[in-house]
């Protein structure tokens, strides 16, 4: 099975700052790999999906962006976060394709933008 | 394309109620199906699945049965327990396309 590292695990930023999140998979290769937000007490948001190294779809317009540099490495960023950035960001990982395999998910960030 | 729709939340039981929450797919092809659950503060961790028409996922006490004749994936459990209180999503994997989740069910169990 996949492993999925995810850090950090909360994060208080102003308003205006940057961000950097960043995701590492381990015990597979060639994932599809996600970004997910979860806002208190809703389901899951999906912001971007990727299916190999510089593939990126972004599934809703907004603040931030996605970059794969790396097969196993996902990263979310913010150039100046707002405070409608706060929430739990969830990093998950598939196999890439034809296993119909479930997906596995990271542990989470917790971030409150100030 | 692909979905996935499940019963709106949140659900309040009593300890060792009956748990049914319902969830119904629309997918091409010969999708996997899949239930995960949420604890509070946590990732997702997959609670069961089935792959194929008329499987049984079974993990903790939880079942449910992917029924290919009415698209549906309900989860069932006997006897809940106040440890049961998570958030619980309905999911699908097809081949070639991302997995698909439903918008989740909290579930809240008193002793």
């Known amino acids: 099975s996949q492993t999925i590292h995810q850090w950090p695990a909360t994060l208080v930023q102003p308003v205006g700052s940057p961000l950097s999140l960043e995701c590492t998979v381990e015990?597979?290769?060639?994932?599809?790999l996600y970004w997910y937000r979860q806002a208190a007490g809703r389901g899951l948001q999906l912001l971007f999906y990727?299916?190999?190294?510089?593939?990126i779809s972004s599934e809703v317009p907004q603040n931030l962006s996605a970059s794969r540099p790396q097969d196993r490495q996902f990263i979310l960023s913010s150039k100046k976060l707002l405070l409608s950035d706060s929430g739990f960001y969830l990093c998950?990982?598939?196999?890439?394709?034809?296993?119909?395999?479930?997906?596995?998910f990271g542990q989470g960030t917790r971030l409150t933008v100030v | 394309g692909n979905s996935v729709t499940q019963m709106e939340g949140p659900v309040t039981l009593s300890e060792e109620a009956f748990l049914t929450i319902n969830c119904t797919y629309t997918a091409t092809g010969y999708p996997s199906l899949f239930w995960y659950v949420q604890y509070p503060g946590e990732g997702l961790q997959l609670l069961l699945k089935a792959t194929k028409a008329d499987d049984k996922g079974s993990n903790k006490g939880f079942e449910a049965t992917y029924r290919k004749e009415t698209t549906s994936f309900h989860l069932e459990k006997g006897s809940v327990q106040v440890s049961d209180s998570a958030v619980y999503f309905c999911?699908?994997?097809?081949?070639?396309?991302?997995?698909?989740f439903g918008p989740g069910t909290s579930l809240s169990v008193i002793p």
């Open positions: 015990g597979t290769s060639n994932p599809n």
């Open positions: 999911a699908l994997s097809s081949s070639y396309d991302k997995v698909i």
């Open positions: 998950a990982s598939s196999p890439l394709r034809g296993l119909n395999t479930e997906a596995f």
């Open positions: 990727s299916v190999g190294i510089g593939q």
